[in-house]
């Protein structure tokens, strides 16, 4: 990223020239080399060799490089130069994957990526930039928060800082991906969770607060890195994908911004008869779902979400003949699949997100329905399973509705976006059963009063079979579809060929001109 001079010598250059090129110099890395060793040293990357893995090849376009802290009044001229470049922040456009893109990244090096005056004003420039060029965004958001050291301009409270409004009112306008390595707190934690997509390393620790906060409100001494482990962050959900380290993160956040950036070359496809025995034929055996996901997808696309968070639902990108799509499906291992408050504000905050930005949706149906009983209405269930219910009634994307096997009740609806007869196509695998609830459950309801009246368990436990195998029958996906409830039962390895038809033949998703922000969690 240092600028060339186009093979002139230094002999022929204007004063001025020369010290242009002296000062560019003086911003990048090989001017501080005690720091980039430091940085090193700690396992890390410098902020412009992470910006130079991520982009296309010279297609850096800075903005703000020679920003300096805004601490004139108590360091030297010289030293703040030397010190701190680009106050911090490297800001600029570029291409990711031959896109046009933004890129932000706080440089650790740079009084621990803190967020100092002037690189509050650039990022407002950049967010505006953003706006009007509508560019998908990248944001490395390691750091310690704001910046008390800044002498150069009065401040109170220094709360009119538009960079957070401004950040957050891209939401649903453009794509924004955080990469957060490190220690990420206060401010900088900010950045990240008010982006639509986080990717952190395992040594990530990311909090609304860092140590000196933590002891300041009274909370005790905080190591930084117990402040928010990944430990804690991916199994609660704040962490979208969990990677080793800065070049892990910089692949997989180069993908995360393809799926957003249409079709491309369609990919190998697997074999699809293995379709049909991934799913065992007992409607009890738990099975492993991403198989099937992968087996769907062109090989090597499909990117899980939030894998340690409400592990019963799954949310993953992918692609099929090369367009980008979203996927949900149930999880049979996790609470036999059924729908809990996590799961619903995972599937229904993925559907946002897929809607947003045009990523028309399959849904996996493996479901026994919503999770009952006190322990989920001690979660809130009636309103946050709902979620899923309003997500999918406001998509205008095309959704895609496959039942694997069980689909049940209002959860199985939630998952076909409220009702059989919303997604463009709704289609079932060859073992499949539908009903309103979960068939034992229902014939135990159904016939309470005369199994009250059998008197020998044994007895009552036969009746209670015999009706649950009659209701099993009549359950069966060739029912439902002579019912027309659903569109067709198909052989499994048909799945992604009717899949891309219809995504062929579909419409984009319906835009009215208003925006719509895609909610954080």
Same mark, same amino acid.
Request: contains cysteine; glycine residues 10%.
């Given at each position: ?18 010290? %242009?090129?002296?000062?560019? *110099? ?42 300096? !802290? ?77 910046? @008390?050291?800044? &002498? ?6 220094? %709360?009119?800082?538009?960079? $957070? ?19 990420? $707190? ?26 000196? +906060? ?9 190591? @930084? ?21 800065? !070049? ?17 070359? @369609? ?26 996901? #992968? ?11 939030? #894998?340690?968070?409400?592990?019963? +639902? ?21 609470? *036999? ?19 947003? $930005?045009?990523? @028309? ?9 919503? +999770? ?53 196509? &709704? ?22 009063? #005369?199994? #009250? ?27 439902? =579809? ?17 899949? =891309? ?18 909610? &954080?969690?």
């Amino acid at each position: 990223m240092t600028e060339q001079n186009a093979g002139e010598p230094d002999d022929t250059l204007r004063d001025d020239h020369r010290y %242009l090129l002296h000062r560019r *110099a003086l911003t990048e890395d090989d001017a501080r080399p005690d720091a980039v060793e430091r940085r090193h040293s700690a396992g890390g990357r410098t902020a412009r060799e992470n910006v130079a893995d991520l982009v296309d090849l010279e297609s850096f376009v800075e903005y703000g490089r020679f920003a300096i !802290a805004a601490q004139r009044q108590r360091r030297d001229l010289d030293d703040l130069i030397a010190r701190t470049p680009a106050d911090g922040l490297i800001a600029g456009t570029a291409r990711i994957n031959g896109g046009a893109c933004a890129v932000l990244s706080y440089d650790y090096t740079v009084l621990a990526g803190t967020q100092g005056v002037l690189g509050h004003r650039k990022k407002d420039r950049l967010f505006e930039v953003i706006e009007r060029m509508q560019l998908p965004t990248v944001f490395f958001a390691e750091g310690g928060g704001g910046r @008390p050291g800044d &002498t150069d301009y009065p401040v109170v409270s220094s %709360l009119d800082v538009r960079a $957070f409004a401004l950040w957050a009112g891209l939401s649903g306008l453009v794509p924004r991906i955080a990469i957060v390595k490190g220690r990420c $707190f206060a401010g900088n934690a900010v950045i990240a969770g008010c982006s639509d997509l986080i990717v952190a390393t395992e040594d990530a620790s990311i909090g609304m607060g860092g140590p000196a +906060m933590i002891a300041g409100g009274g909370l005790g001494d905080v190591r @930084p890195d117990d402040v928010g482990p990944i430990s804690t962050q991916a199994p609660n959900g704040v962490v979208d994908v969990v990677v080793a380290d800065e !070049a892990a993160a910089v692949a997989v956040t180069k993908t995360l911004i393809g799926y957003f950036q249409g079709t491309t070359s @369609p990919g190998a496809v697997a074999d699809q008869t293995s379709l049909r025995t991934l799913v065992p034929e007992r409607a009890r055996r738990a099975y492993d779902v991403r198989p099937i996901v #992968e087996t769907l997808a062109d090989t090597g696309t499909v990117t899980f979400l939030r #894998e340690r968070f409400a592990r019963e +639902m799954v949310t993953a990108f992918a692609r099929i003949e090369g367009r980008p799509v979203g996927v949900i499906a149930n999880d049979t291992r996790v609470m *036999a699949g059924a729908i809990t408050a996590d799961a619903a504000d995972k599937a229904a905050r993925f559907l946002q997100l897929c809607e947003a $930005f045009g990523l @028309p949706v399959i849904s996996l149906i493996d479901c026994p329905g919503y +999770m009952v009983g006190p322990a989920a209405e001690a979660d809130a269930l009636v309103r946050r399973g709902s979620r899923l219910l309003v997500a999918g009634a406001a998509l205008t994307v095309p959704l895609i509705a496959v039942v694997l096997r069980r689909g049940y009740g209002l959860g199985a609806q939630a998952m076909a976006g409220g009702s059989l007869h919303e997604p463009l196509l &709704t289609v079932a695998w060859p073992g499949a059963h539908l009903g309103p609830m979960g068939l034992e459950g229902a014939v135990r309801l159904g016939m309470r009063k #005369e199994l #009250e009246a059998i008197a020998d368990d044994a007895e009552r436990e036969e009746v209670v079979r015999q009706a649950t195998a009659a209701a099993q029958e009549n359950a069966k996906a060739i029912n439902a =579809a002579a019912m027309f409830e659903i569109d067709d039962v198909i052989d499994p390895a048909d799945t992604r060929n009717l899949i =891309a038809n219809t995504l062929a033949a579909a419409p984009p998703g319906r835009r009215d001109g208003r925006r719509r922000y895609v909610d &954080t969690w």
